[in-house]
């Protein structure tokens, strides 16, 4: 962290690589809703006005594949960069579930019924994050095995019957609409409409975000690094 | 033998006095009698070149009981005005009285335009002799109405008319599930115009044709999906919906042509029911069938129902899956909602404390 950036009381929260990373995920996973969806709910209007905009079905599908495959790419770095990176290591070991979270996420509950006092002081990473990041990576996992399957019909036919892809194509489908919906439901409030960040978390853009907003959102991340004499 | 005297007295009597009596265009009725030197000969006949017999016999009575029994020859066959024929004699024209606004009283319809804007009527224009012209389907003496059973395009005989052409298509239909019904006489099976049209045949290759392949799946719904004409048989009718809902339904209908139709499946002239072996869709024929498209199809692809509906519970794993993801949707959109403003009231009370 500069020492322009300690002066503004900015902290850095996502490098450039997680930005690159984000914002690939953004615009692909916006691809391959507005190319899916509009498959999924041909019947309407909309949906009709979309895929001939996307160049009619065929064309529609090829879009979809590309951003399907580019996608994946970004899946596999990530997942190596969590694996193996210095800066990815440390990450991930913040991002995995523990037992505290649950704990974090019934305080916040009773904080927020009134029932507990205190409200759950986070690190760098509270079960909402959590929740968001492992489920949109189970999420999208489910979607591209169900993906590639279909894709390559006449492959996964030798191994499996016809029964299996109509799964697939359901499973490809509702998993789709679940993820779109936590996406908007979720995510978008978490990081645009949270009374905390509205109208939007600049980090994503930026990587950095108020030292103040740290202290009151993940007061122990802000606390640590206070302690490495960083803040 | 007083009785047959009196009937011969009559009928001299009549055949002497009838014409005198509903008095007719002098120059034709002679003209039927010319005629009839020749042609009312049975043995009037005559060999073609390529070996086929032109039978030429007709009498006065060809045409009775006909549309046009009160026709006589020259009506129709204006063009003979010599005999013997010092040329053949062209074919018939029936436009010469069946147009519209005509003063015979002959039927007046568009028919004969459809007839020539269809894949018919454009090959007697590109100079086709083969092609048929009216009187090919409809008949040429015994020309009854349509309606009439006995008529050359009556449901019962249309298909025969149109296999004297089309032997090989004749005689798939005759052995597949339309075939067979019409033959025992079920009223609401298609013949072939029921698919093609009547005058309005178009080649398949044309978008105009009912048969094009984007259209195929709107003509056999006409029939296959109402409830009225399928119940009698037991037949399912959400056939075609969930077709229309499958990868091949939805690229047919965004204008695909390669992609599989109702008859790329289940057969064109030859759709036999699926316990049929013959059938094109019997699970054992579905490797074969769907691998016309998918190289290397394997019985697989007939393990599970083909047209399958995720909305009802019949469909099993299937129904039971989508139920599972629509509920969790559900209840994740509830539970985020309820989070949400939970968190945004407990938001607010944090800022009142820290104050």
Same mark, same amino acid.
């Given at each position: 962290m500069s020492h322009a950036d300690l002066a503004a009381g900015k902290v850095i929260r996502m490098s450039l690589l997680f930005r690159i990373q984000h914002l690939l995920l953004t615009v692909l996973l916006t691809v391959l809703a507005v190319t899916g969806f509009a498959l999924m709910y041909h019947g309407n209007s909309l949906a009709q006005w979309l895929i001939r905009l996307e160049g009619g079905v065929q064309n529609r599908g090829i879009v979809h594949r590309v951003a399907a495959v580019l996608l994946m790419a970004n899946l596999v770095y990530h997942a190596f960069y969590m694996l193996f990176s210095r800066e990815g290591k440390p990450e991930l070991r913040q991002l995995f579930f523990t037992k505290r979270d649950f704990d974090d996420f019934f305080q916040s509950l009773r904080y927020n019924l009134g029932t507990a006092k205190e409200y759950p002081r986070f690190g760098k990473y509270g079960y909402k994050e959590k929740f968001q990041y492992w489920g949109a990576t189970g999420g999208v996992l489910l979607i591209a095995m169900s993906g590639f399957m279909l894709w390559a019909e006449e492959f996964s036919m030798l191994f499996f019957p016809k029964f299996v892809l109509d799964l697939a194509l359901i499973i490809h489908g509702y998993q789709g609409l679940l993820g779109f919906v936590l996406l908007y439901l979720w995510h978008i409030y978490n990081v645009h409409l949270h009374p905390s960040v509205f109208p939007m978390n600049p980090s994503w853009i930026t990587g950095k975000v108020s030292a103040e907003w740290l202290r009151r959102e993940h007061p122990l991340e802000y606390e640590k690094l206070k302690g490495e004499g960083l803040l | 033998m007083r009785k047959f005297a009196l009937t011969a007295i009559l009928v001299f009597l009549g055949g002497a006095f009838l014409p005198g009596l509903a008095p007719r265009d002098a120059s034709a009725s002679i003209s039927l009698e010319k005629c009839t030197l020749? %042609?009312? &000969? /049975?043995?009037f006949r005559k060999l073609l070149v390529d070996g086929q017999i032109r039978d030429l016999f007709a009498t006065? #009575? =060809? $045409?009775?009981?006909?549309? %046009?029994? &009160?026709?006589?020859? =020259? #009506?129709? %066959?204006?063009?003979?005005?010599e005999i013997p024929h010092r040329e053949r004699p062209k074919r018939v024209t029936c =436009?010469?009285?069946?147009?519209?606004?005509?003063?015979?009283g002959a039927p007046q319809s568009d028919n004969v335009l459809a007839y020539f804007d269809s894949a018919h009527g454009k090959a007697i224009a590109r100079g086709n002799t083969k092609a048929p012209l009216c009187q090919d389907c409809h008949?040429? %003496?015994?020309i009854l109405k349509a309606k009439d059973p006995g008529s050359k395009v009556a449901r019962g005989n249309v298909a025969e008319t149109c296999g004297k052409c089309h032997m090989e298509i004749y005689a798939q239909f005759k052995g597949s599930i339309h075939g067979t019904a019409l033959a025992k006489g079920i009223a609401e099976v298609p013949s072939c115009p029921g698919c093609h049209g009547e005058h309005r045949i178009y080649s398949?290759?044309? /978008?105009?044709? =009912?048969?094009?392949s984007t259209h195929v799946s709107e003509q056999c719904s006409k029939c296959h999906s109402s409830i009225k004409i399928m119940g009698k048989f037991g037949i399912e009718t959400e056939q075609v919906a969930t077709y229309k809902e499958s990868f091949h339904g939805v690229a047919n209908q965004f204008g695909s042509r390669t992609v599989a139709n109702c008859s790329s499946c289940h057969g064109v002239h030859d759709i036999r029911p /699926?316990? #049929? /072996? $013959?059938?094109?869709?019997n699970p054992k024929n579905v490797p074969k069938t769907c691998g016309k498209c998918h190289p290397g199809a394997n019985p697989n692809f007939a393990v599970g129902k083909i047209h399958v509906d995720a909305k009802k519970k019949e469909s099993g794993i299937i129904y039971w899956t989508a139920t599972f993801f629509k509920w969790l949707t559900i209840c994740t959109m509830l539970a985020l909602v309820a989070h949400i403003f939970l968190d945004m009231y407990g938001r607010t009370r944090r800022l009142r404390g820290e104050r």
């Open positions: - | 020749c %042609h009312g &000969k /049975p043995e006065g #009575d =060809t $045409l009775a009981g006909s549309v %046009h029994g &009160k026709k006589v020859c =020259t #009506d129709c %066959h204006f063009d003979v005005s =436009t010469h009285c069946h147009f519209k606004g005509n003063h015979e008949g040429s %003496h015994a398949r290759n044309d /978008p105009k044709s =009912t048969i094009y /699926p316990d #049929d /072996p $013959l059938s094109m869709v």
